[in-house]
């Protein structure tokens, strides 16, 4: 076998890591490159031995992580199976020369011993998260194809300082061919629409490692490349030991085979001060004695400071000393800082400090138990430091075998991939060094989502938090109703159940997580606003107002009252006037900033800092090939605002060819790192595998508004600031093919969001085919946030997606195929480099940033706009961000997802805005989808969306009085084409929405409310009745009133709305709304009183209305119109004409004498008047009879009576028996 030496300069790079405890980086370009592993493994052990680093000599860990399949086995008797096969297929190896019969035939290569004899982690690239908090001296990535920058992020800061990491790539002929290499991620950045996958992240990573430090690239012979003539120049300097001086301290040889002392830096040497000072301090000493960095010590020491004034209060519960304590008393203490800083050891110290310190009930909390290994490993070591025995003081839980103390694991779970052994709880008996006496203790963990388990709990230690929802950490931190152990623990102080539990809060915020924003840009600013204005606000009013005593008698003379408000008022205004101190209060905020792996300024640190955007505020293009100490730079901070705030409508914006962005020029480079800073400050939802979303997906774009003297006004690289940033994603336009077979299986590919979602919601497969533009993200710097910049930009984005902006160029390509024409360029430019067959080219190639790049900044008017039919976005709904897109950016709300996000516990929405020089409203499917969409949100309040905030849920609702009224108005207007829209429109919200008719009727007014309802509604809207008794019709109320069925002319108050869908819709108590709101109870009453009243008042005009409509109209009408008509054809003159007439008449048939006798004496009667009825009533009595009656009375007599002679013929009486007669003889002829 030949054996090549090695180039000397590798093992120089190794030992100048392990004397300055950074870490090394080497590519190895090759399909042999696995083989070289053992071969570094042995060199990287042996220059630590001869350099006395027992750091790496006593680490022989291995962390090798891969796709799927690692090309060989790892089990030690398959290997020896397969040995076996090849043997007798005549292709095993063997050794050179003949040896005895005896002798060993098959040898034992050197990969096969370093299998067997190195502790190897395996772990596969999705099982990546499982290594969080474990330490290795070697790192080997395979597959690169298969990695992303999470996974890159995430198993790089698992190495320890002096350690190597290594990246497996295969063979390739020039290192330009790994520009072009698909990625397995690019299959979710590739949609139907888009155009091809460009890599434009592989670009940049592979000339990024010429500017690391500790970085070699080599073939899989380790000749090492060009690409790493800057490392090698300095490299080439260190002739001996310690001729390269650190930032940390100097490195001297001690002339001893090459054995190094290194000096102690200036935090050292405190830190050992520190451990002097504390050393016979109790609790306190042995724990900081296990602190590595001056850093670490003083966060163990302020957790520590919190639990000793929680014991002293506790130990004072009844004595005036607690009200002192309370108001200085830390409740919280937070504790945020980059990956590998020490975060979970500091935290496990702090809880074995925490047990000294007698707390009984301590739960500890992460995303999974795996997290907290560090945790509960740096607990055991500080309870072993405290004196504490296992099995005699304390004992361990683990995840699997037994039954865990929270009840969250089942007895015989065995551990494996899925479920790592670990440590989930302690149990402390009594005794040992601390001050338990003698009570059970319990330091226990806990999923976050078990909220009522946290229930009594007196320190809640949260590891992780930024990966925890906010909610779920909001409720973790509230106030101790005084449940279970806290309320007994504390000896039942007055005051004690209204006290916030001890809580820590340790999360990373610069680390490949990408969460660590949330708690930074959301719960700390809370808790510090909270800390400055509110706590202690209302702490200094109690103090104030109980100086003030009074007599016992006679208050009212000596205005005690009046004096205690007056006193509270002014303590409050002066603590909320003065500047808050974040050291003191109920909060406090720690931040670490030294490495505990390795050494501060660790160029592979700075290298992927660099690469992945994770420390933009401190990002320094030139100090790249440094150690990259940021703690001296001068440079301002990447998204420090330079050139002030213009007004918004003179800002403009401009799109980012994202190949000058990506191209690693020192420029472009700037401009990322001021972007992704911006992005990182304004946004909390940030990962490394978004920036290479942002670099190499064909739909995505990138635009900045920029002030109007940019370039006058920029920086001193010539960049202007930017105010703020929009990246949108083209998606739609799918094929009626895609579109079925998608949805016939139920579910959808990767990429366009809003299409599939909109098409599986509303089930219109017409909308998929339509292209639109989803703004991913719109981030705001945050000095001038809130000042009009975002609707600005929105305002100009909308109008270039509408076609409105002026196309200078002139041109129809779309964005895409004008980046691509730059590779296009780049391509034919390089291809005469890679003609050549041989691997020539791969050991003489220089690789430099591309130099003819296109502009990086381009006006919207210089860009050819793509045709669009509307403009989308998604987002975490939140009230502001819901005003924002809803009222300032015009957007309609489409889609809310129910359930809630696992991280921010919010509800994606989906909103969306029609161009309309685009598409119209031809199809008229943005009201249709809109009515449909509010009609489900309401339906949903009492569900999935009933912990939503009121005011929220009002605003989703929408404007009941407007809404779509553009639409409904014009419904029945004249025939142009604008009312042609509206008419269509109309008729989509109809057949969405179910109804007929905008306005209520009498009849469906008794489908949902009858009779009786309405009367008590009116006799509460009366006050005669209480609100109990009408509580079950107000989600009838509701319904009617946020489906606008009460009419156009019907509104009700911000405030009675809410009322009235707090407690109609998201079935809320009347208590739960006053705290909500913030009202009294009497005031929200008053306005519910009034809210009912008024659509009382409308369902009782609805119904005299309709009962009016009943009795003038319909066939009611007609029919009386008929009974009418033919009674005027009966009689056709009133009562007084047909008298008059019929005198008349009378008057002249007596004068022509046509008189009949009506058989009494001196009496006429008309022809027409001989009915002997009616005679029977006549006059009796001739003319001259009446005329002498008249004359003897005296003549005109005005009243009184007068007599005249009968003249009526007086009939002989019958007797009774001829009566008799006759009747018995009518009743024989009657029986004959």
Not at 715 to 733: H, M, Y
Not at 782 to 800: D, I, T
Not at 1051 to 1060: E, K, P, T
């Amino acid at each position: 076998m030949v054996r090549k030496k090695l180039d000397e300069r590798i093992r120089t790079l190794f030992r100048h890591s392990i004397q300055t405890n950074t870490r090394s980086l080497l590519l190895l370009v090759g399909d042999h490159g696995k083989d070289q592993v053992p071969n570094l493994y042995q060199i990287l052990h042996r220059t630590a031995n001869m350099s006395k680093s027992e750091r790496i000599s006593q680490s022989n860990s291995v962390l090798w992580c891969y796709k799927k399949e690692l090309g060989f086995s790892t089990h030690k008797k398959k290997r020896m199976e397969k040995l076996k096969r090849d043997k007798k297929r005549g292709l095993a190896k063997q050794l050179q020369g003949k040896e005895g019969a005896g002798s060993q035939l098959e040898r034992m290569d050197n990969f096969e011993l370093f299998l067997s004899n190195t502790d190897i982690t395996w772990c596969y690239y999705k099982d990546s998260h499982r290594v969080l908090g474990t330490t290795h001296s070697i790192l080997v990535l395979q597959d690169f194809e298969a990695l992303t920058p999470n996974i890159m992020a995430r198993t790089i800061e698992t190495v320890q300082g002096g350690g190597l990491v290594i990246f497996l790539l295969r063979t390739v002929k020039s290192l330009r061919q790994l520009y072009a290499m698909s990625m397995d991620v690019h299959s979710r950045y590739r949609t139907e629409s888009s155009g091809d996958v460009i890599p434009r992240f592989n670009e940049r990573f592979i000339l990024s490692l010429g500017g690391c430090a500790n970085c070699l690239v080599c073939d899989d012979e380790l000749n090492i490349l060009p690409l790493s003539r800057k490392t090698l120049g300095r490299l080439s300097k260190m002739d001996g030991v310690g001729e390269d001086d650190d930032d940390e301290g100097s490195v001297v040889d001690d002339g001893n085979h090459g054995g190094v002392v290194t000096s102690k830096t200036e935090e050292d040497v405190q830190l050992e001060q520190l451990k002097q000072t504390l050393q016979d301090t109790p609790h306190v000493g042995k724990l900081v004695e296990l602190t590595k960095t001056l850093d670490q010590a003083r966060a163990v020491l302020t957790f520590l400071e919190a639990c000793a004034d929680r014991d002293k209060k506790k130990k004072n519960a009844a004595s005036p000393l607690a009200d002192a304590l309370k108001s200085n008393t830390t409740t919280t203490v937070s504790l945020t800082a980059a990956r590998g800083r020490g975060k979970s050891a500091a935290l496990g110290l702090c809880l074995a400090g925490a047990v000294s310190f007698g707390f009984h009930s301590i739960v500890v909390t992460a995303p999974e138990p795996e997290n907290l290994v560090s945790v509960f490993q740096f607990l055991v070591e500080g309870l072993k430091a405290l004196k504490y025995q296992e099995h005699y003081d304390y004992t361990l839980g683990y995840n699997y075998g037994l039954d865990s103390n929270d009840g969250s694991y089942t007895r015989g779970e065995k551990a494996g991939r899925d479920n790592t052994k670990c440590i989930v709880s302690v149990s402390i008996h009594g005794g040992g060094g601390g001050k338990g006496g003698g009570q059970r203790q319990t330091v226990r963990y806990v999923r976050p989502r078990d909220v009522d388990k946290f229930v009594g709990a007196e320190l809640v230690a949260v590891d992780e938090a930024a990966a925890i929802p906010l909610p779920i950490v909001r409720q973790l931190m509230q106030l101790n109703a005084g449940h279970g152990g806290k309320g007994k623990s504390m000896g039942g102080g007055s005051g004690e159940g209204d006290e916030r539990r001890l809580t820590f809060l340790s999360s990373t915020i610069n680390g490949y997580e990408g969460t660590g924003r949330a708690l930074s840009l959301k719960l700390i600013k809370e808790l510090r606003d909270s800390n400055t204005k509110g706590r202690s606000g209302v702490d200094a009013a109690r103090a104030a107002g109980a100086e003030i005593a009074g007599a016992a008698s006679n208050k009212g003379e000596a205005k005690v009252h009046e004096k205690r408000w007056a006193a509270e008022a002014a303590a409050a205004k002066a603590v909320t006037s003065g500047s808050g101190s974040t050291s003191g209060g109920p909060l406090k905020e720690i931040d670490l900033s030294h490495p505990i792996r390795y050494a501060r300024g660790d160029p592979v640190e700075a290298w992927l800092n660099n690469l992945l955007c994770l420390d933009c505020d401190s990002f320094d293009y030139n100090n790249t090939l440094g150690y990259g100490n940021k703690s001296n730079s001068n440079t301002s901070s990447a998204t420090e605002l330079n050139g002030g705030a213009p007004a918004p409508a003179e800002c403009e914006l401009y799109a980012v060819n994202r190949d000058a962005l990506f191209s690693y020029h020192r420029l472009s480079e700037s401009f990322l790192q001021k972007l992704w800073g911006l992005y990182t400050s304004a946004h909390y939802k940030n990962t490394p595998n978004d920036l290479q979303m942002l670099s190499d997906a064909p739909a995505h774009n990138v635009f900045v508004l920029l002030g109007p003297t940019a370039e006058a006004h920029g920086d001193d690289d010539g960049l202007p600031d930017i105010l703020a940033i929009v990246q949108t994603s083209i998606e739609g336009k799918l094929s009626q093919k895609t579109i079925q077979a998608q949805l016939a299986r139920g579910h959808r590919s990767a990429g366009d969001l809003i299409p599939w979602t909109m098409s599986q919601q509303f089930g219109d497969r017409n909308f998929a085919q339509l292209s639109g533009a989803r703004v991913v993200r719109v981030a705001v710097h945050p000095a001038v946030q809130g000042m009009g910049y975002g609707g600005r930009a929105m305002e100009l984005l909308f109008r270039y997606y509408n076609g409105e902006m002026v196309n200078l160029s002139g041109g129809l390509m779309s964005d895409d195929e004008g980046e691509g024409s730059s590779d296009d360029e780049t391509a034919s430019e390089s291809g005469s480099d890679e003609e050549p067959v041989s691997n020539a080219l791969l050991h003489k190639e220089a690789l430099k940033p591309r130099k003819k790049l296109p502009p990086l900044l381009l006006p919207l008017s210089a860009v050819p706009t793509p045709k669009l039919d509307w403009l989308g976005t998604s987002f975490g709904l939140t009230p502001s961000l819901h005003n924002f897109w809803h009222r300032k950016v015009g957007m309609t709300m489409m889609y809310l997802r129910q359930t809630a996000n696992e991280l921010t516990g919010e509800h994606s929405a989906i909103m969306i805005r029609a161009l309309p020089r685009r598409s119209g409203w031809d199809d008229a499917w943005l009201p249709a989808f809109g009515v449909d969409a509010r009609r489900r949100i309401g339906r949903l309040l009492g569900g999935s969306f009933r912990g939503m905030e009121v005011s929220l849920a009002v605003s989703l609702l929408g404007d009941v009085v407007g809404g779509f009224g553009p639409w409904m108005k014009n419904a029945g207007g004249d025939d142009d084409d604008g009312n042609n829209m509206d008419k269509t429109a109309l008729q989509e919200v109809k057949k969405r929405s179910g109804t007929q008719s905008s306005t209520l009727t009498s009849t469906e007014l008794h489908y949902h409310l009858t009779p009786h309802d309405l009367q008590r509604l009116e006799l509460y809207s009366r006050n005669l009745c209480d609100h109990h008794l009408v509580s079950d019709l107000i989600p009838s109320l509701s319904q009617l009133y946020f489906t606008s069925r009460m009419g156009p002319g019907f509104r009700l108050s911000s405030v009675q709305a809410a009322l009235l869908c707090g407690m109609g819709l998201q079935n809320k108590s009347v208590e739960d709304l006053t705290a909500e709101l913030g009202l009294p109870v009497n005031q929200v009453l008053a306005m519910f009183n009034k809210a009912v009243k008024k659509m009382s008042l409308a369902f009782h005009n609805i119904l005299v209305e309709e009962e009016s409509r009943g009795l003038l109209g319909g066939d009611a009408l007609k029919k009386a119109e008929s009974k009418a008509q033919k009674m005027r054809d009966v009689v056709g003159q009133t009562l007084e004409e047909d008298a008059a007439e019929g005198a008349t008449k009378a008057m002249e048939q007596l004068t022509k004498g046509q008189v009949l006798n009506s058989g009494v004496t001196g009496t006429r009667i008309a022809p027409e008047i001989s009915d002997p009825e009616i005679m029977k009533y006549a006059l009796k009595g001739s003319d001259e009879d009446w005329a002498n009656a008249l004359k003897e009375k005296g003549g005109g007599v005005d009243e009184g009576t007068i007599q005249i002679k009968s003249t009526q013929v007086k009939t002989p009486k019958r007797k009774a028996d001829d009566d008799a007669l006759e009747s018995a003889m009518k009743n024989e002829k009657a029986l004959m």
